[in-house]
C-alpha cells in the first residue's frame, strides 16, 4: 500500500521560512517523479515544484523561483521543499505526489499517489 505523509506545514510572517517534507513508502521511491502542489478553497489544485529520479532536473512554477526549492532522499524515501520569503499568497494546502516517470511533469494528471495534505498559512 503506498502512502505518502506531509508533514512541516504551519503558521509563519510573511518573509519567514518552512520545510515541507513527505515520507514515501510503498513504492519503489528511486522510480517515482516526486511533486509538490498546492490548493486553495474554490480553486483548482496548481503544481508547485517537481524533480526527476535523481534529482537532477526540477521544474518550478515561476512564482516560486529563486523562493523555494525541492530536493530528494533517496537513501531515506523523502521529498523537501524548502520555502523562502514566503508571501501571503503561498498560503495553500500543500499536496505531494508520486509519478510512475522518469522525466520531471507540471501535469497533475501524471501523478498517481496523493498525500493527505499539509496546510501553510502565510500572515501579512
Known amino acids: 500500500q503506498v502512502q505518502l505523509v506531509e508533514s512541516g506545514g504551519g503558521l509563519v510572517q510573511a518573509g519567514g521560512s518552512l520545510r515541507l517534507s513527505c515520507a514515501a513508502s510503498g513504492l519503489t521511491f528511486s522510480r517515482y517523479v516526486m511533486g509538490w502542489f498546492r490548493q486553495t478553497p474554490g480553486k483548482e489544485r496548481e503544481f508547485v515544484a517537481t524533480i526527476s529520479w535523481g534529482g537532477g532536473s526540477r521544474l518550478y512554477v515561476d512564482s516560486v523561483k529563486g523562493r523555494f526549492t525541492i530536493s530528494r532522499d533517496i537513501a531515506k524515501n523523502t521529498v523537501d521543499l524548502q520555502m523562502n520569503s514566503l508571501k501571503p499568497e503561498d498560503t495553500a494546502v500543500y499536496y505531494c505526489?508520486?509519478?510512475?516517470?522518469?522525466?520531471?511533469?507540471?501535469?497533475?494528471?501524471?501523478?498517481?499517489?496523493w498525500g493527505q495534505g499539509t496546510q501553510v498559512t502565510v500572515s501579512s
Open positions: 505526489a508520486a509519478a510512475p516517470r522518469s522525466s520531471p511533469t507540471i501535469r497533475l494528471s501524471e501523478y498517481g499517489y
